[in-house]
């Protein structure tokens, strides 16, 4: 009967399957301690470099606040600047039509005074003799105005005469575009 009850169990040996599997869990154990740690120690640069900025955003913040007044000039030339890029984006549309229009005058007929925006241009033109304002009324305002590539929805005369101090003939018209 002794030889029957057997106390200590047989030892199993381990076979290549559980060997594998323990040597896969060390791997995969070890790559993810490296990789955490990695990761740690690149948030820990992250929050480095974040701090770094924040204090030069507040040293840089506090030369701002010492100079008021040159943030101040700062802020009106940009507010100016923004206003002179409209005026020049509105002026080649009205330098394109008074291009055109100067190109229909005569030779002899100068041009005293140009106003206007993109829908409406005054022309206040003069002439010594009455001969270049009436080739000019009767010929080439009627040919420019015929054109319908420049848009013209009117053309009208405001004024006609003699100028008193230069001594000569002066027309004044209104243009205005559709």
């Known amino acids: 009967m002794k030889d029957s009850i057997n106390l200590v169990s047989k030892r199993r040996k381990p076979n290549a399957f559980h060997k594998r599997f323990f040597i896969a869990s060390i791997i995969f154990f070890s790559l ?9 120690a690149y948030r820990f640069t992250l929050i480095a470099k974040l701090n770094s900025l924040k204090d030069e955003e ?3 913040t506090a030369r701002v ?16 600047l923004s206003e002179i890029q409209k005026v020049l984006n509105q002026r080649k549309n009205i330098n394109a039509k008074i291009e055109s229009l100067s190109e229909t005058l005569p030779f002899d007929v100068g041009v005293n005074l140009i106003e206007g925006d993109e829908s409406k241009i005054r022309l206040r033109v003069e002439a010594a003799d009455l001969a270049s304002l009436n080739t000019l009324i009767e010929q080439k305002i009627e040919e420019y105005a015929q054109e319908r590539n420049r848009g013209i929805k009117r053309i009208e005369m405001n004024r006609f005469g003699l100028n008193s101090s230069s001594l000569l003939y002066e027309a004044t018209f ?3 575009f559709i």
């Open 174 to 176: 209104t243009i205005e």
């Open 65 to 80: 606040n010492l100079n008021p007044e040159k943030k101040v000039k700062f802020l009106t030339v940009r507010e100016r």
């Open 32 to 40: 993810m301690f490296l990789i955490s740690a990695g990761l740690i």
């Open 58 to 60: 507040q040293v840089l």
